[in-house]
Every structure is written in structure tokens, then in C-alpha cells.
């Protein structure tokens, strides 16, 4: 997309340092939390839900399926983080990260969210969490 970076960490050095690059040296990393394992994948959300900021960009990176840590990552403009609480049926907690892209207006009107949510680029926000072994990293400032 029109403004997008993109990077592939192959370190920890890498990860940090591209990071580092794209947002500056205030930054933080976020997760999605697990109180413990759970075979149970039913989940409710529950009150608390936190924003994480209205960041002018937000540096997501995708965990690869390499036999040591590799991450793909890419800027994303105009994002606001969330950090939603949620309850299982089980009775485990967990913190989920999702996030509202406001600007979709670069994206291809193709897109499956476009599909779904029965939309144009550009109209509406597209909101969604994040699978589990995505990391977020925002600016502190």
C-alpha cells in the first residue's frame, strides 16, 4: 500500500533496531496475554477495554513459521491500538490487541474486509484483532 514499510527481522537485533528506525527510541511492545492454556477457543470480551493510543503509525509484525524467530513486519498508517479484555468459557483471561485501520482508502477495493463488511475504501474503518503470535509496537510519545 501507498506509504506502507515493510521489513523482515531475522534477529533480535534486527527486530529492535528496524523498530527503532521506524517509530524512534520511545517505543513499546505489546501482546496479545494469556492467563494460562486453554483448549476452550470461546471467549467473550468484557468491560476495560483500553486504546492504546491514536497512533500515527503502528509497526505490527507477524511471527513466520521458521525454526527461530522470524518476524515480518509493516507500518501501518492512521491505526488506532486497542487492548480488549476477554473472559473464556473456562473461565481464563486474556487481554486481545485489535486494531481500526482509519484510512482504507489505498487499500484494493478487492479486499475480503470490503466484501464482508459491504463497504468501499475509504468509507468506514475496518477494525479486527490480532492473531496470537502477532507483536505491536507503538511510539510512547
Not at 492454556?37 to 477495554?49: A, C, H, V
Request: a positive charge; hydrophobic letters at 35%; aromatic letters at 8%.
Amino acid at each position: 500500500m501507498k506509504g506502507e514499510q515493510k521489513f523482515c527481522a531475522t534477529s533480535l537485533e534486527s527486530f529492535i533496531d528496524s523498530s527503532i528506525s521506524e517509530l524512534g527510541k520511545q517505543i513499546q511492545l505489546l501482546s496479545n496475554e494469556l492467563s494460562k492454556e486453554t483448549k476452550n477457543p470461546l471467549f467473550t470480551i468484557t468491560r476495560g477495554m483500553q486504546n492504546m493510543g491514536d497512533n500515527e503509525l503502528v509497526l505490527v509484525c507477524h511471527k513466520k513459521k521458521y525454526p527461530g524467530a522470524v518476524f515480518s513486519c509493516h507500518s501501518i498508517n492512521r491505526t488506532t491500538l486497542y487492548k480488549v479484555p476477554l473472559v473464556g468459557k473456562d473461565g481464563t483471561k486474556a487481554n486481545a490487541l485489535a486494531v481500526c485501520h482509519k484510512d482504507t482508502s489505498a487499500w484494493n477495493p478487492k479486499h475480503m474486509a470490503f466484501q464482508i463488511l459491504k463497504i468501499k475504501p475509504g468509507t468506514d474503518p475496518v477494525c479486527h484483532f490480532l492473531f496470537r503470535d502477532t507483536l505491536v509496537w507503538i511510539s510512547n510519545k
